[in-house]
């Protein structure tokens, strides 16, 4: 696999003003991806749905070609709702070609944190070398950002857990990004074969936010991507919350890609599932 070392180093002639931003949650860091929400209707619709559940954070996402909703409908919207931003999910694509944009845009919304969802087909590594080299292309953004403020992250699917030498490529991918923060899909973690609670552990100091969510028995809920309820599903989350914690982790985002039988249902029941666990493991 060939990477675009050339978009890489394109990227570090943008030059931005320094300036910092603070995103750190009031209360229990919980927060929503939206796309959980994506089927509500209206993105009004959709932020109502993480406000009705109880969730005061959100994690937005951008790809697919969506278009960029216009920032002061957003700020707009979200104070409607009374959410603030615990992230966003970005195509790798749109930092390649709009970086300047994107920082400025989500600076306005006091956002800090610019998350690769996925890699299209044709970038994913396919050996150990090729991890550590996409580790290395994201590094040199992660050194562009820095002065901003701002950073960027990855988060996994099943693919990142294919092991190479004794590690998942998302290890080795990690090992060259010491500046990249990780997203943890512990349910997508699980499913490529790997115990999320060890993961976690091997990823100490790189693991900034996990996605909250569980998988159904093997063979089961194959409407739901094999996805489960939160405490419904295989996950042991007596093992992974004390884990998140000792390795670092600062946010707990709910998700479910397919929830039935709506997203306000399996949102509000995950919130409360995970409410009382979390304030356990972290004393509160």
Known sequence: MKIHFAIAAALLTACFASSALAQEPEGLPISAQLYTARNAGTLDQQLAVIEQAGIKYVETFRFFGMPEVPVEEMKASLAKHHLKLSGTH???????????????????????????????????????ASWQAMGRVFQIIATTLKPQGMKIGFHNHTVEMEMFDGKTGFEWFAESAPDVILTVDLAWASQGGQDP??????????????????????????????????????????????????????????????????????????????????QKVLGL
Not at 98 to 117: F, Q, S
Not at 200 to 211: E, F, P, S
Not at 250 to 262: N, S
């Open 197 to 278: 609670a060890a993961l976690l552990k091997r990823l100490k100091g790189h693991v900034w936010n996990v996605h909250v969510k569980d998988s159904a028995p093997m063979g089961m809920n194959k409407d739901q991507r094999g996805l489960a309820n939160l405490g419904e599903g295989v996950l042991k989350w007596d093992q992974i919350l004390p884990a998140a914690r000792e390795t670092g982790v600062q946010w707990f985002t709910l998700e479910h890609d397919v929830p039935k039988p709506d997203a306000l249902t399996v949102l509000k029941s995950a919130n409360a599932y995970l409410i009382p666990r979390l």
């Open 90 to 128: 970005i195509a790798f694509s749109e930092l390649a070609d709009n970086l300047p944009h994107i920082v400025e845009y989500n600076k306005a919304l006091g956002n800090t944190r610019l998350i690769v969802p996925a890699l299209s087909a044709g970038m994913v590594p396919n050996d150990k």
